[in-house]
């Protein structure tokens, strides 16, 4: 069973404006992270944003925020005030066991974000 | 402070043929992951190492793949014989180990078999 889901393929935003990129996860853990990564056309993972499953409040990066909705199993990245640089590929991860020996990343399938200008 | 380092960046080889990747992770990083992400799809780990023993290797397919450690430094990844299903983009990353440390990404390998 899949176990990240980004329902987005390919998504499009204006210059500027403000954007959601979806993830929705399953797991019967109580304790998990979730974690938002870009990947450029280069080719490298950057590190955007974490989410801890016993955090009450949505993380936030400066222009990144995480929409989390724990009931809903959902973690949304919202990219506010869109730059051209953005555009790129995104990809939401949790984070699972073993938890005394740093967890393994399983990736959602990723989002492609184009910034137009 | 250095970031995860990987060699060599491109490789183009014949399906049949052998190959190795070098990783050498962040210094003090006791933790050091392999993924291989195909090309539209998002990163699948082949092996996780805690110092220089695997904790998961699961998903390894250890009939052509194989992974070590040394010292618990530097890793090398090791595919022989490949496949054409086997080219995609072979990424390190390490983290300090912790359950909720961040991992860093080196720069990955693109591997296109012939």
């Known amino acids: 069973a899949q176990k990240i889901t980004q329902t987005q393929p390919g998504m499009f935003v204006q210059e500027k404006e403000a954007v959601t990129l979806d993830c929705t996860y399953d797991?019967?853990?109580?304790?998990?992270?979730l974690f938002w990564y870009k990947q450029p056309s280069s080719g490298e993972m950057i590190f955007l944003i974490y989410q801890g499953s016993y955090d009450e409040q949505n993380a936030t990066e400066g222009r990144y925020s995480l929409n989390f909705q724990k009931a809903r199993k959902s973690a949304n990245l919202v990219i506010s005030a869109s730059q051209l640089g953005d555009s790129a590929m995104y990809f939401c991860?949790?984070?699972?066991?073993?938890?005394?020996?740093?967890?393994?990343?399983?990736f959602g399938q990723g989002t492609e974000l184009s910034v137009k200008p | 402070e250095a970031g995860v380092a990987q060699s060599p960046r491109y490789k183009i080889i014949e399906k049949r043929q052998s190959v190795a990747f070098w990783c050498n992770p962040i210094s003090g990083h006791a933790t050091l992951y392999w993924y291989q992400q195909i090309l539209g799809q998002g990163p699948k780990l082949l092996i996780q190492f805690q110092n220089n023993g695997v904790v998961d290797d699961s998903q390894l397919p250890k009939d052509r793949f194989s992974a070590e450690r040394l010292k618990g430094v530097d890793s090398t990844l090791k595919i022989q014989p490949a496949k054409l299903e086997d080219s995609a983009v072979y990424l390190c990353?390490?983290?300090?180990?912790?359950?909720?440390?961040?991992?860093?990404f080196g720069p990955g390998t693109r591997l296109t078999v012939l």
């Open positions: 797991t019967s853990d109580q304790s998990y992270g």
């Open positions: 991860a949790m984070r699972e066991g073993p938890y005394n020996q740093g967890g393994k990343l399983i």
């Open positions: 990353a390490s983290s300090l180990g912790g359950f909720y440390n961040e991992q860093f």
